[in-house]
């Protein structure tokens, strides 16, 4: 049976763990009805997790006693940082959701030419990546960064292999596959701007693609994560 995960800060370290979150104990007593003597699994965002048994459940606080301790992150072998332009919410939303699952490093939201909405509700995406990561196994959170502009995220980066996707580019390098970190920039629902690829070429990114036809920028955004994660 497939145990539920919650990460959090929790001291695994530790006989017993006790939980105060109100909407956690409220999902474990409401939503999936746990009782005493059931496990969850439980993490600490930092790659520790554990079995956990219920001892006592209430309305505030619930106790469990540590069973098993393990210490995993279930990562791609990369470390991959996605650069995405701001998107209309729900399609931004998509992107972060799937670049959790299939394992990105670090999220950071861009603000580019053709950026049609600039601001993002930063405590949804957070619950969004927090959600996404309980449900895909992760034992570490991706980093969620704060929004910076192309020319800022161009200079932000370094040491990584950085690969810009438009329609413009050639098929990706080898470096995508071979690499140990890379950096994706991927661009809004208009793309990125002739000046803007240009300028991606003078700090030395690729200018790659994902084929002759035109994704949608959040499929682009997730089918780019994955190439770029994966072993």
Not at 65 to 76: E, G, M, N, S
């Amino acid at each position: 049976m497939r145990l539920h995960r919650f990460i959090g800060p929790y001291d695994l370290s530790k006989k017993e763990v006790v939980v105060s979150d109100s909407s956690v104990i409220a999902q474990w007593r409401t939503v999936l009805r746990l009782r005493s003597a059931d496990t969850v699994i439980l993490c600490d965002g930092e790659g520790n997790e554990a079995e956990a048994t219920l001892l006592t459940i209430e309305p505030k606080e619930a106790v469990l006693a540590v069973t098993v301790r393990t210490f995993t992150t279930r990562l791609p072998k990369k470390a991959v940082t996605l650069y995405l332009s701001l998107l209309r919410r729900e399609n931004f939303e998509l992107s972060v959701q799937k670049a959790t699952e299939i394992g990105v490093t670090e999220i950071v939201p861009v603000i580019s030419s053709r950026t049609v909405k600039t601001g993002y509700n930063r405590t949804r995406l957070e619950k969004i990546i927090l959600e996404a990561s309980e449900q895909s196994g992760r034992t570490t959170l991706p980093i969620l960064a704060e929004a910076i502009t192309l020319p800022e995220a161009l200079e932000r980066r370094s040491g990584a292999v950085p690969v810009m996707f438009d329609l413009s580019g050639s098929t990706l390098p080898k470096q995508f596959t071979t690499a140990e970190s890379i950096d994706l920039f991927v661009g809004p629902e208009g793309g990125f701007t002739d000046e803007e690829v240009a300028l991606a070429k003078e700090h030395g990114c690729v200018i790659g693609t994902l084929g002759e036809l035109v994704l949608r920028a959040e499929t682009a955004a997730i089918v780019a994560t994955f190439l770029a994660c994966k072993e």
